[in-house]
């Protein structure tokens, strides 16, 4: 019988797994540990079970990275296992001629585990700006949300949720997923992060599908009704908003410049607007703290719009391969009660 693996070769797996199969920065992956192991131990097991939850994963063998990433990473595992032990690992090379020849692509695929055991899979750039846009891969605030919200299901479920700035959509999957919303409305203004969207929304076994009427919902669906919507938060009107009749509204890392952090307040405050009777809708917004003075401003600017705002405490679970030492922070808005309308 084979020995049981230790606690500390078990995480050790499970962070190469989670890390590769997101398609993490390879700097992020913990090498120096991996090699103690390697050095304390006589066999390639551990090389192994490695390759078996990165490269020969299932996910990864259907929906693959790019084929630069698992060179880069296949490399790097050469090189550790080359470090201590003096015999090649025939695996690994034959791993590695496999995707030699792969043809080269600026867009791979990311798997993401749930607690569920269910996974997410999305289509995403390699590089972080492309096509004039930041919305074809997904960012840290995005998991980060995500992680918040299958914690705190409440929030979604049986609820209209819309999304701002969706890019290429893993929060809005990870919710329609794991927290039951009644409907899910994606958007974003860019055409080919909508394109993506669209498509990484198929590849998860959702469809996206014209929007019901208001307040209609399917009997007994057991899947949210989704939707994308295009909508720029420069150009979006006040009666087109309010067609969305949100209960919850989220977005994630779409605080950058003056201008956009103005527009993206503007329609928070617009969406308040509602039918008379309705309660204005929950708001949260999660961002990276990456320039202080990106969120002193939008927390100004929420003042001068008369909504409150309060820090969501950190919640316990860590799910997903985001930068632990990054400052992450999500907000939960008080939308002021219906009266107004935005101007168009
Ligand atoms: C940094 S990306 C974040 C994408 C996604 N929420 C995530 O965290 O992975 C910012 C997104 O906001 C969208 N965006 C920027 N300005 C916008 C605007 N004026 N109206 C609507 N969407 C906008 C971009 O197209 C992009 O998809």
């Known amino acids: ?111 993401y585990l749930l607690p569920s055991g269910d996974a997410l899979t999305l289509r995403e750039s390699s590089a972080i700006v492309s096509h004039g846009t930041t919305g074809l891969v997904t960012w840290d605030a995005a998991l980060y949300l995500a992680e918040w919200a299958i914690e705190n299901p409440a929030a979604f479920a049986s609820r209209t949720v819309l999304e701002l700035g969706s890019g290429a959509g893993f929060t809005g999957l990870a919710i329609c997923k794991e927290c039951r919303p009644r409907a899910y409305i994606f958007s974003d203004c860019h055409s080919r992060v ?43 009107t006040g009666p087109q908003l309010s067609a969305f009749q ?4 989220i977005a994630a890392d779409v605080l950058y410049c003056p201008e956009t952090i103005r527009a993206l307040v503007r329609v928070l405050r617009a969406l308040s607007a509602g039918p008379e009777g309705r309660r204005a809708p929950d708001a949260f917004v999660a961002f990276t703290v990456r320039n202080p003075e990106t969120s002193r401003q939008f927390t100004a600017e929420l003042a001068q719009a008369g909504i409150r705002w309060e820090a969501v405490p950190r919640h316990g679970q860590k799910l997903f391969p985001y930068d632990e030492h990054a400052e992450m922070a999500i907000l939960k808005l008080t939308l002021p009660a219906p009266q107004t309308h935005m101007e168009t």
């Open 194 to 236: 909508l394109e993506q969207l669209q498509g990484n929304i198929l590849l998860n076994g959702l469809s996206p599908e014209p929007p019901p009427p208001p307040g209609h919902s399917p009997p007994g669906s057991e899947k949210p009704t989704v939707t994308v919507a295009q909508l720029d938060w420069d150009l979006v």
């Open 1 to 111: 019988m084979a020995p049981e693996k230790s606690a500390e070769a078990v995480g050790l797996l499970r962070t190469f797994e989670r890390r590769f199969l997101a398609a993490r920065a390879l700097r992020s992956f913990p090498w120096q540990s991996l090699e103690e192991k390697l050095r304390d131990s006589s066999d390639a097991e551990l090389l192994l079970d490695i390759l078996q939850k990165t490269v020969r994963h299932p996910l990864c063998v259907k929906h693959p990275p790019s084929g630069k990433y698992v060179r880069g990473f296949l490399s790097e595992l050469i090189r550790k296992h080359e470090a201590v032990h003096a015999e090649p690992l025939d695996e690994l090379y034959e791993a590695l001629a496999e995707v030699l020849t792969t043809e080269e692509s600026s867009q791979g695929h990311r798997s």
């Open 246 to 249: 949100p209960d919850t509204v």
